[in-house]
Structure formats: structure tokens, C-alpha cells
């Protein structure tokens, strides 16, 4: 056994006193109008700062009231589900364009986005021998921990690591958004290679495709994908890229960046929030949730046999007993969300491709059967509905992409949303964030 994974009695001993001494009692949040997870009641944030880059529509103002709508995610003030509509079919530089978008307030033209590829191409080369004595070297079973190690390393590849001047920063946030499929990447294909004793690969990326492509390139041996699996892959980019000022690794970018620090420190300090499982790493639970609800269930189209499952779910009698449905609700959205609606037009197009028809039908029943299980057995403040990780799990799986990479392809296109808060952050802020926390500990004598 490893000495960092033992727990001695001492220890035992030692953690039931830290959890006998730092027990805070409910009621005291109440008592004091603590907003915990700063949030109120009914799931509005707290307002701590203000954002050009992308806003979130949950409600409406009707006579002075709000009122649950349709969901609404805009980058830099325009429709992401019009940003989808409108991206060529044949073309596959969607997230590209959107980087760009977030980055700089506004869409490129033809020439403006043709350089900018031009520009990540020119990043997308680690340093020499990087993958041999970074990446190869003690390989980890968590992707996110990988990809959070690498980027600290980056840190000693640059000269200019402290200058957080704006344009060494852009140029930093560039590399990064160029080098984040590499690293991820190369870095599951080494963690099989060692511990599953599988082949490796390290494909170089082709300057002349997008960053979904070159995902699909790199990951899979023989290179090969479909025009449908890239364009795909490039649409939950673009839904993903960004998500407000709020969420908790973005708003993690705006904390870090406001005390001054590097570029490599606060995208590190967002990766390692992004890696939870109630933020980038819920999709995961999504597939596993679905995998034991295939084999739990006899007929996939049998709406009693699925509802009397998913209040199994609910009443912690199943899966992993949480009381969850995973990949419903939201945290802001409440009759829709933009993302899931997106994504869920182009799963079945893919699941035909794949031969996967059924099981997508069986995504869109507990899809509606979770909604009236959820509305009936929960004293709900807002409306609830299938959120983005319902689907893009499922996606994931179509594109044959391993759940090792869920996380990290979340990372790869959320670079884009933390590079522009944390310019954002540089250029208006000035204070550093801290927030107020109240001490309920009586003072003590010594004795």
C-alpha cells in the first residue's frame, strides 16, 4: 500500500475532530441571511460584478413580475443558437470563430478568422520534448489533473511568464486555446499506454483543419472521422465556450486573476474547479446513470416501466443513491436550456449514423418522463429541464471519444470563455475579489 494512501488511526482519529469542530448548524444561515453558494432561495446569484462578454437568460419581466422563459445564452451579445444556425455546414471552424468572438467583441470576417487560425496553427507546437519528459513521465488516471500539471509546466517554457501586460496575455490565452487538445489528448494516450498496456499514438495536429478535427485526428490511430462527427464535435465546442461570468470555474478566473497573478496559475486554479463532478464533470454521471438504466430497464419504450425507475432515483433508491436525475435541472435555467436544445437537434442525426436510434429514443423519454417525476416529487421553486449534460455525455460516447476525455474536451472549449473573463478581469478590475465571510466561533480563554 502507498504511503499517501494509507489512513493511519491517528488520522481517523484527527478527522473526526476536525468534523466534531467545524460543524456550522443549518439555522444559522438563515439566522444571518447567509446566500450560500451565492444564491438566493430560488437559485438567482448574487450579483458580484458585471460582464460585456456572455449573459444568461432564465426570466422575463410581465407587469413588474418575473417570469420563468425559454433560456437564453448570448456571446457578446449575440443568439448562440442563431451563432449555430449560421455556421456553414461544410465548414467546421465554428469554435474558432467563437474564440474569436469572445475574445475580441466581435465576428471575424473571412480574412479576420483565416488569421486567427493562422495564429493557434502557429501555437498549436509543445516545446521540444515536452510530451517525452512532461507528459509521458508519471501519467495520471484523471485527465483534468494531467491537463492542470501541464499547464503549470508551460509556465517554465516562457519567458515572459509574469507579464500580465494584456498583450502577453492574449498571446498566452492563444497558446493555451492552441495547445489544450494536445495536452489532453496526448495525455490519455500516454495513461493507456502505461496502464492499460494499449498502443500509443501521438499524431501531430494538420494546420489546415479546425480544433475539433484535429481532436479526431490525434485521438483516433488510423486519423479517421466523418464530416458529421467533426461538425458535431464543433457545435458542443461552441455551446460550451462560454457561460457567463457566474459559473463556478469562471468566476474561479476572476478571483485568481484578481490578485495579479499569472496566466498559468488562474487557468490551473479554473481547471481544478472545472474537474468536479457537479460542474464540468456531470456528464459523466449522465452516461453512467444511462448505463445502468439500460440494464435496469426491459423495454426502453415502456413510459411505466421508466417512471417507476426514475422515482427510484429520486427516493435514493438506485444508481448511486444521491436522489439525483442527472442532467436535469439547472442552476439558472428553468424552463429550457439554449444548450440542450441545440445539441438534442443534432443527436438523432448522429445516433442514425451510428446505429444508436433506440438508445436516443430512450434519452428523449427520460428526458419527458423526468420533468412530471421531478415536478411531482419535489416541492420545485422554478421550472426544470434537461440541462447541456444530458446530451453531450451522449455524444461524447457517439463519437466514440473515452469518458477519461468528457472533462477535459469541456476544458478544451471553455480556454476560449476563461481567456476573455480573465482579460476582462485585468483591464476593469483593480480589487482584488474577497468576499465576507461571518465567524459564528465564540471567543475562548485559554486556559
Request: aromatic content about 10%; some cysteine.
Amino acid at each position: 500500500m502507498s504511503i499517501y494512501s494509507e489512513i493511519r488511526p491517528e488520522i481517523q482519529s484527527l478527522a473526526q475532530q476536525c468534523v466534531a469542530n467545524s460543524r456550522i448548524e443549518p439555522e444559522l444561515y438563515t439566522k444571518f441571511d447567509v446566500k450560500r453558494g451565492l444564491r438566493d432561495l430560488n437559485g438567482k446569484g448574487v450579483l458580484t460584478g458585471l460582464t460585456n462578454i456572455s449573459e444568461i437568460v432564465s426570466s422575463k419581466l410581465v407587469d413588474g413580475q418575473s417570469v420563468p422563459c425559454d433560456g437564453k445564452l448570448y456571446f457578446r451579445g449575440y443568439d448562440v443558437e442563431e451563432l449555430v444556425r449560421r455556421q456553414p455546414q461544410t465548414e467546421h471552424f465554428g469554435y474558432e470563430r467563437t474564440a474569436y468572438l469572445l475574445l475580441f467583441g466581435q465576428l471575424p470576417d473571412e480574412e479576420q478568422l483565416r488569421d486567427f487560425c493562422g495564429l493557434l496553427s502557429f501555437y498549436r507546437t509543445l516545446p521540444t520534448s515536452f510530451v517525452r519528459d512532461i507528459i509521458m513521465k508519471a501519467p495520471s488516471s484523471d485527465m483534468m489533473n494531467t491537463l492542470a500539471r501541464s499547464v503549470l509546466t508551460l509556465y517554465s517554457y516562457d519567458e515572459d511568464a509574469e507579464d500580465i501586460s494584456i498583450p502577453n496575455v492574449l498571446r498566452q490565452c492563444m497558446q493555451l486555446i492552441a495547445l489544450f487538445p494536445l495536452l489532453s489528448v496526448y495525455g490519455y494516450q500516454a495513461y493507456r499506454h502505461y496502464h492499460d498496456g494499449q498502443s500509443l499514438f501521438i499524431h501531430q495536429p494538420d494546420s489546415k483543419l479546425s480544433t475539433a478535427e484535429n481532436i479526431l485526428r490525434i485521438l483516433r490511430p488510423d486519423c479517421q472521422y466523418t464530416a458529421l462527427e467533426a461538425q458535431v464535435l464543433d457545435i458542443a465546442l461552441i455551446l460550451h465556450a462560454d457561460h457567463g461570468g457566474g459559473n463556478n470555474s469562471t468566476f474561479t478566473t476572476h478571483v485568481v486573476t484578481s490578485s495579479g497573478t499569472d496566466t498559468y496559475s488562474a487557468i490551473a486554479a479554473a481547471l481544478g474547479s472545472l474537474k468536479g463532478p457537479k460542474h464540468g464533470g456531470a456528464n459523466i454521471k449522465v452516461v453512467q446513470m444511462f448505463e445502468e438504466i439500460k440494464a435496469q430497464i426491459k423495454d426502453w419504450n415502456d413510459d411505466e416501466e421508466i417512471s417507476a425507475y426514475l422515482y427510484k432515483l429520486l427516493h435514493k433508491e438506485a444508481f448511486d443513491r444521491s436522489g439525483l436525475i442527472y442532467g436535469m435541472g439547472h442552476a439558472v435555467y428553468s424552463i429550457s436550456d439554449p444548450r440542450a436544445k441545440t445539441m438534442a437537434r443534432f443527436v438523432e442525426g448522429l445516433s442514425r449514423e451510428k446505429g444508436r436510434t433506440a438508445e436516443y429514443q430512450l434519452y428523449q423519454n427520460v428526458e419527458r418522463l423526468a420533468v412530471q417525476a421531478i415536478t411531482k416529487d419535489r416541492k420545485i421553486y422554478k421550472g426544470v429541464s434537461a440541462n447541456v449534460d444530458f446530451y453531450s455525455g451522449f455524444i461524447y460516447s457517439m463519437l466514440d471519444l473515452p469518458m477519461e476525455l468528457y472533462t477535459p474536451i469541456f476544458a478544451i472549449s471553455r480556454i476560449a470563455g476563461w481567456s476573455a473573463h480573465r482579460i476582462e478581469e485585468l483591464i476593469g478590475g483593480g480589487k482584488i475579489i474577497r468576499p465576507s465571510y461571518k465567524s459564528v466561533q465564540e471567543h475562548r480563554e485559554f486556559p
